[in-house]
């Protein structure tokens, strides 16, 4: 009798600890949340694009056509002029990388010396770039086209149209271990290509975007929906995780630093920060 008790405990115990191992199980697949922090003001800075050395961020101003540097409280620690509309601009290896709207270049800055990247055609208006070691990606935006270097080859993809594999403005762009994230700006998307330059996946088509500027891609890929003030958060199959909107005022660009999202915003002068 007592041993048939001590079973009925011992059952109850495994049961217990099966349900809450399964609670556990699902808690972590739950995704975690942004929640919105606050706003830090930039001083007549009008962000079009942003990245961070490590330390802290670098701003394309593309209204007063320079580079501004702040901490990572917005706060103005060195200013670069003579940029003609610096647009998405990106970061490797202490090197921005700097699209120049105003005259089709992309100039790289090192030690505050500059000079243009070479490149195998020409550019019309290019607004973003990312450099991960070798490779190069470049939206070309009234070309309507992404320019690619894979560490041994130029390549381009993309023209302009609505259909997949076809784009519409691009402005910003992310190189991934085996893809290519576009913001596909005027298609209000955001599209997805392999390395080969073949069109995979487009994101965001439901979601009502107007205007789709800046990009992130970590496990999750995250776009600016500059007209609608809006941030929008995906899984990596497309499926819509979160939409922020608190402080935001013409979003432009964002990128996730050390559980933080960091948005400019182009009309508002200004970061909004969200914790996870």
Known sequence: MKEQKNRKVMKKIAMSLGILMLLLVACQKTPKTFKYQQNLSLDKVSPIGFDYDGKNFWIADGDHNRLVKT???GKTLEVQDGFERPMHLAIDQQ?????EYGSDTIQIVENQQRKALELSDSL???????????????ADFYNHRIVYF???????????GKKQGELYYPTDVQIMPNKIYVADAYNNRVQVFDKQGKSVQTIGFKQGINAATGIFVDDHIYTTDFENNRVLIFDQ?????????????KPTDLLVLNDRLYVCNYKGQSFSVFKR
């Open 237 to 249: 199959e497309g499926n819509l995780l979160q939409e922020l909107k608190e402080g935001l005022n």
């Open 95 to 99: 090197k921005i990388y700097v699209p």
């Open 71 to 73: 901490d990572l409280e």
């Open 150 to 160: 894979d560490g041994s080859r130029w390549i381009s993809f993309g023209k302009e």
């Open 124 to 138: 019309d208006a290019p607004a973003g770039i990312d450099v991960v070691g070798k490779e190069i990606a470049i």
